[in-house]
């Protein structure tokens, strides 16, 4: 991959998106631009349909934007769906999406094995390096999806997500559906992972503990656009109607409690 | 894309004082991933490690490394056999990583023995198996006689959108395809037959034939097959997704029955569906081969539907209702027994739906035969 290491790792150019609805058009993106930069962990947040998740299915090439150009790794994000693509960016669907007819094991292996390249021990071993790197016991490897419980999932999907180490990891919503406990141990996994393999995260998130705790920057969808894209503080300092409710309501002030030295108006 | 310093390579100097390794370009999964690369180090990796030398030994620099990752740093560590090297000159991350790699490297496990009884096992578990099913489609069974009942008791409770709601997803929307099935089974049928009947000058006897083997034995089962592949699979289904998405379970804490609020309406909507197919069928196939014969054999339209009265008794007509309700009946019943095993899994939603079709299928032609053993002497 044959790009300079200050380059952004994402780059969203005057982006529309505009959803057809029969007879009437939404436009959920008007001229959005939006940059990541290599090692950020990158929290999208804003109100229900602002377009956070087809933002990040958009980062992925899986949808396509009605105007305006995305660059992911330096190469457009429709590109990012060939060979080897698991080696470019990794993402954690919502709900995992593991294929249920495959064990844990075969699952995170198989980005390796469809390329049918390697000898299928060094994959397995490979895929048993990242199945405990998230915190997993060796012998949950022969388990089926449907036996596992739902934080067990995400750190499957994480593993699968990770397996060809891609610079580039893509989160929706990493802590929706598990408790406090779960939620927290995974934040944790994410940020020794974000150390130790040199990640760059975007994630969707509405769990103000995960935003505080994990994010470096935090970037605000609102009136169609990115209003904001800065480090927490100075995000949680701007003076908006829809940060003002939703990071200094009486939750927000409790999550903030984990920011160090932050601005807090009481 | 590989270019050509990023490929991973290996550069060994022999010195006097001993071995000296230097590994350089991106030992990573994009890179390894390439066949043509993957080939080429593995090629190299052999000729490092020739017969009786120890792969780790010597000065191994992984400095020069462009980039190192987990599938890199795994190849390594096989290639060394497990085992750090003499001396290693490292970057701390990549030590971090080599680290954790020899940390989480765990032996594969055996693979379990098979005792001398597990054969038994399996035919043990199959026959098990046949009585959970025996078991479930009795109680299905049993509970619908129940649900029946308290419809009857009280039939202003009944779901009775429902029940027409299946009557036209299984009966109305089902009339082009059974139609089309048995005009071309007629057809063809009556061609065959006028093709033998011709040698011994037996035209007549086509309106005999066409029609006792059409009203009795055909037409009912052709229709029962289309709406077991058609409707049995629906119910599958539409039931197997309810359990998916908890949907069964939803009903349950609502103190739904699924019985009487999704098992009876199917059951009825089908056992009164089926028959009015089956008559369905039979007049399309009885009008394909009664075109087939005027074609082929210049038996008019008027003749077959004079003499068909008297070639087939009205008791055949009676046989052919009431099997064709049983079949009705099947039909839903395994459907349902089906989709309510399915577990909360996409896989078994397809096997479940799967294995539906095949069993009601199977179940229809036992049921026929059956029929025709218990009923031979009857309208023939």
Known sequence: MAMAPSAPVVQIDKLWTVFHNGEKQTVIHKDLDLTIERGQIVSLVGGSGTGKTVLLRQMLGLETPARGEITVLGRPAAELGKRGAASRVGMLFQQGALFSAFTVLENIAFPLRELKCLPAALIREAAMVKLQMVGLPPDAAEKMPSDLSGGMVKRVALARALIMDPPLLLLDEPTAGLDPDSSDSFCALLRSLHQSMCLTVVMVTHDLDTIFELSTRVAVLAQQKVIIHDTPQKVVAFDHPFIHDFFLGERGQRAMALLPGSPVPL | ?380
């Open chain 2, 1 to 380: 894309m590989p270019t050509e310093d990023s490929l991973p390579r290996i550069d060994v100097q022999d010195t006097p004082e001993g071995r000296t390794v230097r590994l350089a370009g991106a030992w990573t999964a994009a890179q390894l991933t390439v066949p043509a690369v993957w080939a080429a180090l593995t090629a190299q990796l052999k000729r490092l490690g020739a017969p009786g030398a120890v792969p780790s030994a010597g000065q191994w620099h992984l400095a020069g490394l462009d980039k190192l990752d987990y599938l890199g740093a795994q190849v390594l560590w096989n290639h060394w056999r497990h085992r750090w090297p003499e001396a290693l000159e490292i970057e701390p991350e990549q030590r971090a990583m080599l680290e954790n790699v020899e940390k989480f490297t765990v032996a594969p496990p055996a693979p379990p023995p098979s005792p001398w009884s597990e054969p038994l096992v399996v035919l043990g578990g199959r026959l098990l198996n046949l009585l959970g099913h025996a078991k479930g489609l009795l109680r299905l069974l049993g509970q619908l006689l129940l649900d029946v009942l308290r419809l009857l008791r009280h039939p202003a409770q009944g779901p009775w959108r429902d029940l027409s709601g299946h009557l036209y997803h299984f009966g109305a929307t089902a009339l082009h395809i059974t139609a089309l099935v048995g005009f071309l089974i007629g057809v063809v049928l009556a061609y065959l037959i006028s093709q033998q009947l011709r040698q011994f000058g037996a035209d007549a006897f086509i309106v005999n034939i066409l029609g006792i083997s059409l009203i009795r034995e055909l037409g009912p089962v052709l229709a029962a097959i289309l709406i077991a592949g058609r409707s049995g699979s629906a119910i599958t289904a539409q039931i197997g997704v309810m359990r998916v998405t908890e949907e069964l379970d939803a009903m349950r804490v609502m103190g739904i029955a699924k019985g009487f609020r999704l098992v009876m309406p199917r059951a009825l909507a089908l056992s009164l569906v089926m028959p009015l197919i089956s008559a369905w069928t039979t007049i399309a196939a009885l009008l394909g081969g009664m075109l087939a014969a005027y074609v082929a054999m210049d038996v008019t339209p008027s003749f077959f539907i004079n003499a068909l009265p008297a070639a087939v008794k009205v008791s055949n007509l009676v046989l052919a209702t009431a099997k064709s309700v049983v079949f009705g009946l099947l039909i839903a019943l395994i459907g349902c027994h089906y989709g309510l095993r399915v577990k909360p899994n996409t896989e078994s939603l397809g096997q479940g739906t799967t294995a539906s079709v095949v069993t009601s299928i199977t179940v229809v032609i036992l049921v026929d035969a059956l029929f025709a053993v218990l009923f031979r002497n009857v309208g023939i």
